[in-house]
């Protein structure tokens, strides 16, 4: 049976998983969300700068851009703001990994489909430092 467009339109709800974080201490937890299809083309497109046509990977806190736009309360509202990735870069990388992992999963993002949005692209990463990377 096909669904119908108001059907289809009125799917919106996204998978959700809760991350320990037992290095903030016990009982520590967050809320992971999907990324609405919106929000993915948006998280990709900051993955990906144009100079000219020169095409350049933006990995410069590409984690910590997907954790901001994932990260949930109780009630489903972000907890953090473009403002805070910066703050949220200067977590700790095994943190930082994790939340990413299931940022990653939950909105139904391969290992395969960000290598592939990263490749074909100039050597040099934009951004201040070149040891940011995927």
């Given at each position: 049976?096909?669904?119908?467009?108001?059907?289809?339109?009125?799917?919106?709800?996204?998978?959700?998983?809760?991350?320990?974080?037992?290095?903030?201490?016990?009982?520590?937890?967050?809320?992971?969300?999907?990324?609405?299809g919106a929000q993915r083309d948006?998280?990709?497109?900051?993955?990906?700068?144009?100079?000219?046509?020169?095409?350049?990977?933006?990995?410069?806190?590409?984690?910590?851009?997907?954790?901001?736009?994932?990260?949930v309360d109780e009630q489903g509202k972000r907890l953090f703001s473009p403002a805070d990735i910066e703050a949220l870069g200067n977590l700790s990388a095994k943190i930082i990994q994790r939340l990413y992992e299931v940022a990653l999963r939950v909105s139904g993002v391969t290992d395969d489909e960000v290598e592939e949005l990263t490749k074909n692209s100039d050597d040099a990463p934009s951004g201040d430092s070149g040891s940011d990377s995927l």
């Open positions: 049976m096909l669904i119908s467009r108001e059907e289809l339109l009125a799917a919106t709800a996204l998978p959700e998983e809760t991350v320990d974080l037992p290095e903030l201490g016990p009982d520590k937890q967050v809320r992971m969300r999907g990324l609405t948006s998280w990709e497109a900051s993955l990906i700068t144009f100079k000219g046509n020169d095409r350049r990977v933006n990995a410069r806190n590409a984690r910590a851009r997907l954790i901001s736009m994932s990260a």
